[in-house]
Every structure is written in C-alpha cells, then in structure tokens.
Antibody
C-alpha cells in the first residue's frame, strides 16, 4: 500500500535550518508529486508548497519564498523539505502528502499523508 | 490569496444526525474544492475532491456539493468515528488555502 514515512522530531534554535525527509513506498515515486503542509500547535493547516517527483518542478507559498527548498531523491524515493532562518512561529508539525493524480502538473489534491514531523524552534 | 471561510467553527451533534458544513471562497473557484478530515494527533485524510467526487475508500455517507464560491460537506448519518475536525481546501490557484476548520463534537 502507499505509505509515506517522515523523519523524526527536531528541536532547533532560531536562525537555524531544518531538513525533513519523507520516504515513499508502494508506488512509482516519479509518477506523482509531493505537497508539504504544516500545522502550528492547536492551529489549522497551511499549504507550504509542492514538488513534482517527475521533473523537479516546484511551487512555493509566497510567504516562504527564499526560506524553503523542496527536493527529491528518486534513487531512494525520498522527498525533502528544508526550511532556513527558523523563527519561533515556524514551530509546527510538518506533513508531506502525495498528489492524488498521476503526472499531475500542479499540487492539486493530495492523499495519503505522512505521519507528520514536529519541528520545535526555541532558544 | 483566496480566503476560505468555514461555518460553523464548531458543531455539536449526535450519532445518527445529518450534518452540513459550509465553506465560502472569497472569489469564484469553479469546483476546485476539497474536504479533509483530521482526528486528534493524526494526519488529515482526503474525503472529497473537485467539490463532489468521493475519494476511494470513503464511506458514502459523506457527500460534497457546490461551485463558484459556496460549498457544502454533508454527513448523512453521523457515526462515532466521524467526530473530528474538517477542513476545506481550494485548488483554484496558488497558494492553495485551507479553511480555518470545523470541529465536530459529540453532543
């Protein structure tokens, strides 16, 4: 079955960077995109961006432009999300999720999701 | 960015009730609207996409409707496992934006 397994929780200081991984299994990795969504404690969902595992095309939320980079490693079927210059309001659970449609040219709908990775930013 | 506004923000209902949650977009988004369910401590799960298409494996008591700016998610007969928070998401343009969520609680 399709499964996305994310890396473990991280604690970072303000100004540092974090790189979260999302290992996919159960499907042809390069046929689908990966979206990233985050959720601050007790808050709603925020879309961060999307990457095509087929051709590496990306689209990032404007508020994160310049701080976020999404990449894929097709040899290991793993997607990565790196966030730099961390601030306290970046504290959140970060989720990856697979595009619903094969060869999607944009983020579209996404399901299933990884289990989430808690990133805590604190001095 | 397109703003998505859900109502109500919270809702109390009983097992067997019919429940409707509304999502309104700040501009027309055709039928580019999806609904997600999230249980505490778990990742969200897609229920409905393209306003009214039922995701594979989702029970038929869930249905979606609407187009343009106004959308609804209906649960025809609430089951105990349906008590959760529900979010709408627009896929009309970037950045994709979620509604603030509707928490469905047991009465």
């Amino acid at each position: 079955q399709v499964q996305l397994v994310q890396s473990g929780a991280e604690v970072k200081k303000p100004g540092a960077s974090v790189k979260v991984s999302c290992k996919a299994s159960g499907y042809t990795f390069t046929s689908y995109g990966i979206s990233w969504v985050r959720q601050a404690p007790g808050q709603g969902l925020e879309w961060m961006g999307w990457i095509s595992a087929y051709n590496g095309n990306t689209n990032y939320a404007q508020k994160l432009q310049g701080r976020v980079t999404m990449t894929t490693d097709t040899s290991t079927s793993t997607a990565y999300m790196e966030l730099r210059s961390l601030r306290s309001d970046d504290t959140a659970v970060y989720y990856c999720a697979r595009s619903l449609l094969v060869y999607a040219m944009s983020s579209g709908w996404f399901d299933p999701w990884g289990q989430g990775t808690l990133v805590t930013v604190s001095s | 960015a397109i703003q998505m506004t859900q109502s109500p923000s919270s809702l109390s209902a009983s097992v067997g009730d019919r429940v409707t949650i509304t999502c309104r977009a700040s501009q027309g988004i055709r039928n580019d609207l999806g609904w997600y369910q999230q249980k505490p401590g778990k990742a969200p799960k897609l229920l409905i996409y393209a306003a009214s298409s039922l995701q594979s494996g989702v029970p038929s008591r869930f249905s979606g409707s609407g187009s343009g700016t106004d959308f609804t998610l209906t649960i025809s007969s609430l089951q105990p496992e349906d008590f959760a928070t529900y979010y709408c998401l627009q896929d009309y343009n970037y950045p994709q934006t979620f509604g603030q969520g509707t928490k469905l609680e047991i009465k």
